[in-house]
Structure formats: C-alpha cells, structure tokens
C-alpha cells in the first residue's frame, strides 16, 4: 500500500523559508512522478510544483516560480519542496502527490499525502 508521509510545515514570518519533505512508502519510486498541492482555507487545491522521475525535468505555478525548489532523493524515496521568500498568500496545507503520468501528477495524481500546515504571519 503507498503511503505518502509530509513534514517539515510550521509557522514563519513572511520573507521566511520552510523546507518540506514527503516520504513514499509501499514500493519503489524511482519511475514515479512526484509533486506538491496546496489548499488554502476557502479555495481550491492547486498545484505547486512537480519533478519528473529522474529529476531532470521540473515545473511550477507561475505563483511560486523563483521562490520554491522541487527536488527529490530517489535513494530515500523522497521529495523535497525548499520555499523560500514566503508570503502570506502561501498560507495552505501543503500535499504531497504521487503518480507514474508527470502530466496527472500536475493534475489528478493517483496517490495523495495527509498535508501539513504551512502559516506565513505578516
């Protein structure tokens, strides 16, 4: 069973950095897409950002580009997302995702984490 494990949420001022990691578990992921979303209180889930399989290839909402890095660790199945420069706006539960196809893991990716809390105070 894949289980999708985030960390590293918490509160921070704005201009602040938070590094958040997502832990796959249940089988091996290295030919997997990987990514995040995040929800804000009132709105829709959107997608953040995505890494291809071999992390050579990456892509972000045009909300975060330059502030927010994806990488990932395919020896400890794990995607990392670096956010520096916070913003109130980027105030959300943050979801780690999961999926074969790069094109549904931007989208409708198959597997889902349980979210951490991000906070930016002004």
């Known amino acids: 069973q894949v289980q999708l494990v985030e960390s590293g949420g918490g509160l921070v001022q704005a201009g602040g950095s938070l590094r958040l990691s997502c832990a796959a578990s249940?089988?091996?992921?290295?030919?997997?897409?990987m990514g995040w979303f995040r929800q804000a209180p009132g709105k829709e889930r959107e997608f953040v950002a995505a890494?291809?399989?071999?992390?050579?290839?990456?892509y972000y909402a045009d909300s975060v580009k330059g502030r927010f890095t994806i990488s990932r660790d395919n020896a400890k199945n794990t995607v990392y997302l670096q956010m520096n420069s916070l913003k109130p706006e980027d105030t959300a539960v943050y979801y780690c995702?999961?999926?074969?196809?790069?094109?549904?893991?931007?989208?409708?990716?198959?597997?889902w984490g349980q979210g951490t809390q991000v906070t930016v105070s002004s």
């Open positions: 890494i291809y399989w071999n992390g050579g290839n990456t």
């Open positions: 995702a999961l999926d074969k196809n790069i094109v549904l893991v931007t989208t409708r990716p198959g597997y």
């Open positions: 249940g089988r091996t992921f290295s030919s997997y897409a």
